[in-house]
């Protein structure tokens, strides 16, 4: 699950390792104030809506804008719109145009989750579904305002931290026949990220040091 923070001022590099939620929020958190988080004059986390990344934002940078990501978001109708239109493409884009286009990407998530609401279906797992995105929807309205978010210059999709992911992490740990103990990955993501972060030879410095 993506989780982004936007750092004020721009100096490459990642961090990452195979933990829990709780030390990944205070890894990314020291991250961050080392890289002058404190002096930002907006902050913001971006997420794909899971309610631990939220959890996280309020505990080590309470205040941030936080935003889901458009393209998670979308996601959630792409999901839903084969099981109220199944074997139906063309009423599946109809219902994807009015839901996406004209209400979640203009940032009408109440007219959204009003109209998640009012579905009227048969079978009873859809109907499940289909409030289940209702409250997914409505859970993260004031993380949805994308017009708004968009008028601020904020990114509002984690492609680019995702891609990051892929290349940093697994392009290194998942090339073909690599077998790793979590030991030994978390130990090649340290030095791979130490590298790309240009601390490599502080992280050396500071060994001899000890």
């Known amino acids: 699950m993506p989780f982004a923070i936007r750092i004020p001022r721009p100096i490459p590099g990642p961090t990452g390792a195979i933990e829990t939620a709780e030390e990944f929020g205070r890894r990314i958190y020291l991250e961050a104030w080392n890289r002058g988080w404190s002096r930002a004059q907006k902050k913001v986390v971006m997420g794909d809506g899971a309610d631990w990344i939220w959890n996280l934002a309020d505990q080590h940078v309470p205040g941030a804008v ?30 994807i145009i ?26 009873p797992d859809v109907l499940q579904k289909t409030r289940t995105e209702a409250d997914y929807f409505e859970r993260n309205a004031e993380r ?12 509002i999709g ?12 697994g392009s290194r740990l998942k090339q073909s026949g690599m077998f790793r ?30």
């Open 66 to 95: 936080q935003i889901v990501d458009l393209y998670r978001a979308r996601q959630h109708l792409w999901d839903l719109a084969p099981r109220l239109y199944p074997n139906d493409p063309a009423g599946q884009r109809a219902w």
């Open 98 to 123: 009015v839901h996406q286009k004209r209400l979640l990407d203009k940032g009408k998530i109440e007219k959204l989750v009003l109209s998640l609401r009012s579905t009227q279906s048969t079978n």
């Open 144 to 155: 949805m305002r994308y017009p708004k978010f968009r008028r601020q210059h904020l990114f």
């Open 158 to 169: 984690s492609g680019v931290i995702e891609a990051g992911c892929k290349t940093v992490i």
């Open 181 to 210: 103990t979590v030991r030994g990955a978390n130990a090649i993501i340290a030095l791979r990220c130490c590298h790309l972060n240009r601390r490599f030879e502080t992280y050396w410095e500071s060994r001899r040091a000890a």
